[in-house]
């Protein structure tokens, strides 16, 4: 069975602070989900990851991953309170199937 | 931009009754997933369907569940007799063919069982 891990579960960060979330999953898998998700409102896809090495970056959020170490992350530069939010990464072992969710990371950026 | 729509937005039911959510896909999507997502906590898979059948589905989609493409836009997902521990966000999602063959979220329902 596919288990997604991430980490923190929460992190509470000060607006201009540098930090990175991690998504662990164990077992092979090419393609990677990063969503957002505010507080009652559905998911927004971030990024999407689909070789080992690949990285893509969209204002403050990079992200990455490497496929041998069944890792991705997920880094915020200079963070901005509008970034709090949180982030789930999201598995799947090929094209159409289904989405395995990581726990989620709930971020709050204090100013 | 196209995008998945659900409804209703809000639904109350009390335990035992039968409910359907509605959702309306991407019009040339081909691949439609239902998940959920109890308050808290994560997000998940329930069930997918492609070529009007499930291709798979997720221990919780039980014979409570059922899901229906009843015309060429509307994708259901039925719950016989609800129970309480069915109270959760439910989302629909579609996505097409070629890469990245992302999955598009719905805006979502939030089913109450009382």
């Known amino acids: 069975e596919l288990k997604v891990e991430q980490n923190p579960l929460f992190l509470s960060m000060q607006e201009g602070k540098n930090y990175t979330i991690y998504c662990n999953y164990s077992?092979?898998?090419?393609?990677l989900y990063w969503y957002r998700q505010d507080p009652g409102k559905s998911l927004e896809s971030l990024f999407v990851?689909?070789?080992?090495?690949a990285v893509k970056q969209e204002g403050r959020l990079m992200a990455s991953l490497d496929t041998k170490a069944r890792l991705s992350t997920l880094h915020i530069t200079a963070a901005v309170h509008d970034l709090s939010a949180t982030y789930f990464c999201a598995v799947s072992s090929y094209a159409n199937e289904k989405l395995t969710f990581g726990t989620g990371t709930r971020l709050t950026i204090i100013p | 931009e196209p995008e998945v729509t659900q409804t209703p937005s809000h639904q109350v039911t009390q335990m035992g009754q039968e409910v359907i959510l509605r959702c309306v896909p991407i019009?040339?999507?081909?691949?439609f997933y239902w998940y959920r997502q109890i308050l808290g906590q994560k997000v998940e898979f329930l069930v997918s369907f492609y070529n009007n059948e499930i291709s798979e589905k997720s221990e919780i989609f039980d014979d409570q569940f059922s899901v229906e493409r009843p015309d060429g836009s509307n994708f259901t997902l039925k719950i016989r007799s609800t129970k309480l521990e069915d109270s959760a966000m439910y989302f629909c999602?579609?996505?097409?063919?070629?890469?990245?063959?992302?999955?598009?979220f719905g805006p979502g329902t939030r089913l109450t069982v009382t």
């Open positions: 019009s040339n999507h081909l691949y």
């Open positions: 077992t092979t898998s090419d393609r």
């Open positions: 990851l689909l070789s080992n090495g």
């Open positions: 999602a579609s996505s097409g063919q070629g890469d990245p063959y992302e999955q598009y």
